[in-house]
């Protein structure tokens, strides 16, 4: 008994004298807060928001905190970002990528070369390629509403908003990118959407590493009916897959990716290819019905661009004009992308802000940027940084707005949804059409309105901070009917 207390007693005190930080003077501030280990992981989880505030309140611009047993130095001066986001040699970006990979998809990639991948990406969705791509999806767009929306439907229909746009979404660019159509075997937009929002309400947790045991199997379950479902995506060509999956695959082959690990690998793309678009879309559809303003100013821009089209598709088939439309989508982003911008410290790095102060970044710690609380939520950047104000990024002219300032000095970064840098969005032209395109075939082509006139826009479901685009805590109802049947 004696022996087994003096054991345990030794193993506290090693794990103490390993793990045991104390902050040096070119440190940056550091809060490990009061439980071992632990840190401050329950409060960063619950609302990572709030709680990069309060430490923001406490500490400044720049400080470390704990969470289960990892430091992370949070960067929250907008002004010094680009000293994270172009340090690709001390700050390393695939390492935690490659630990959710794991984390949520179970995933593994053989002799992983991230720059073919991002190559890949880069060749289908920025290049010469996209063109292609959109019309694709602008097909698919339009089948799908018109399959939820029949054109001869006399009555208003009622639904959720964002399971209406999350819905429409997901499967008009699961059907682009992944095909199914013309699998023999069930893999239908629809069971695969099913699915799919099973696996995303788990995500947070996922990533974490924070699900109960009924919730771990229930995770472990979808994530194998998803990977059935996806098996013959972007396996032939004539899979009805899109190029680039099709190109991906082949990849992984070369790489030597077994089946099993490709349906994975495929899976994670399904994720980051379509976990973002649909919640953007149904926010910003969300703000313009609750503001008529805001309404009625797209709406009009939008029908200046239709007066001058032949098709009413062909807002994605050339570049049109719609500054008033981008701004309504900025802030509407503004106030809803949330990611946390992750980076391993590879090796020991000074970091010098913008103020002149320079800090020491410790091997093996992260670094996080949150743009969310700064520069997007700073009253001092945006004017009433809560409201929607669908002409923030307007000038008086009608031209675009891109001057910002904070500490009397004008910002490269006053929003940053799609993040920045070499590991910025590659998705985010084609993301930016395919909302356009879904705005536009809603509003002119049907009557949307809130089902109850006074409903207010949704709180954020507060434990999605840091995973891309935000969700509502609850849906916001509306109806519909096709325009001129009445
Ligand atoms: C509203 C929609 C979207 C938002 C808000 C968004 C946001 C972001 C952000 C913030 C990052 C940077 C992450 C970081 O630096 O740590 C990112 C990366 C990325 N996004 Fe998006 N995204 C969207 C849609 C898409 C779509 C539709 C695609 C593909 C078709 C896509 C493909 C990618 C890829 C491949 C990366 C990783 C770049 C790399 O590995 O270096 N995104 N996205």
């Keep these: 008994m004696i ?7 030794q193993a506290v005190l090693l794990y103490f004298l390993l793990t045991h930080r104390s902050r040096s003077k ?5 809060d490990k807060g ?19 505030d309060r430490m923001k309140q406490k500490h400044g611009d720049i400080f470390t905190v704990r969470a289960a047993g990892r430091y992370v130095t949070v960067l929250l001066d907008p002004h010094s970002y680009d000293a994270v986001i172009n340090d690709s040699d001390s700050l390393d970006f695939t ?16 002799h992983h070369q991230p720059s073919n991948v991002s190559a890949l990406m880069k060749k289908h969705f920025m290049g010469v390629n996209l063109a292609a791509l959109n019309s694709t999806m602008s ?17 208003w229909k009622e639904q959720g908003l964002f399971n209406l746009s ?9 059907l682009s990118l992944f095909g199914g159509e013309q699998n023999n075997n069930g893999t239908d937009p629809s069971s695969v959407y099913e699915e799919y929002k099973k696996f995303d309400g788990l995500l947070t947790k996922m990533a974490r590493g924070t699900l109960k045991p009924e919730e771990k199997r229930t995770a472990q379950s979808v994530r194998q009916r998803l990977c059935g479902l996806l098996a013959p995506a972007g396996l032939t060509q004539d899979s009805g897959a899109s190029p680039w999956l099709h190109a991906y695959r082949r990849l992984l082959q070369e790489d030597g990716a077994d089946e099993e690990t490709q349906r994975k690998a495929v899976l994670m793309q399904l994720w980051a290819t379509q976990g973002n678009v649909g919640p953007a879309a149904f926010w910003l559809l ?3 019905l609750t503001n008529p303003e805001a309404l009625t100013a797209v709406k009009n821009e939008f029908s200046a661009v239709s007066t001058m089209e032949t098709s009413e598709t062909s807002l994605l088939d050339r570049p049109v004009n719609t500054p008033v439309f981008d701004s309504a989508l900025e802030e509407t982003l503004r106030l809803t992308a949330a990611p946390f911008i992750t980076r391993e410290v590879v090796q020991e790095k000074t970091l010098n802000m913008a103020d002149g102060q320079q800090y020491l970044l410790r091997k093996g710690d992260r670094v996080c940027l949150f743009p969310f609380n700064s520069p997007q939520k700073d009253p001092e950047i945006h004017h009433e940084p809560q409201k929607y104000k669908y002409d923030r990024f307007l000038n008086k002219d009608g031209s675009v707005k891109r001057d910002f300032y904070k500490g009397g000095r004008r910002l490269k970064y006053y929003t940053m949804p799609w993040g920045a840098g070499a590991n910025g969005c590659m998705g985010k032209k084609f993301a930016i059409n395919t909302i356009r395109q879904f705005v536009y075939m809603v509003l002119t082509n049907y009557d949307l309105e809130l089902s109850d006139p006074n409903s207010q826009i949704p709180e954020v479901n507060a434990s999605r901070y840091g995973f891309g685009m935000l969700q509502p805590e609850r849906d916001l109802l ?7 049947t009445h």
């Excluded at 009061?34 to 990069?52: N, R, T, Y």
């Excluded at 390492?95 to 053989?110: D, G, H, K, S, T």
């Excluded at 097909?139 to 009555?155: G, I």
């Design 3 to 9: 022996w087994t207390i003096f054991l345990i007693f």
């Design 26 to 30: 070119s440190d940056p501030p550091l």
């Design 34 to 52: 009061v439980i071992p280990w632990l840190g401050h992981a329950l409060e960063f989880g619950k609302d990572a928001s709030k709680f990069l």
């Design 95 to 110: 390492r935690y990528a490659q630990v959710l990979m794991e984390r949520i998809f179970n995933l593994r990639l053989p």
């Design 139 to 155: 097909r698919h767009l339009q089948a799908s509403l018109k399959t939820e929306m029949p054109q001869n439907q006399k009555d």
């Design 166 to 174: 999350y819905s429409l979404l997901f499967k008009a660019g699961y």
């Design 286 to 288: 969300g703000y313009l």
């Design 478 to 484: 509306v109806r519909y009917r096709p325009r001129n």
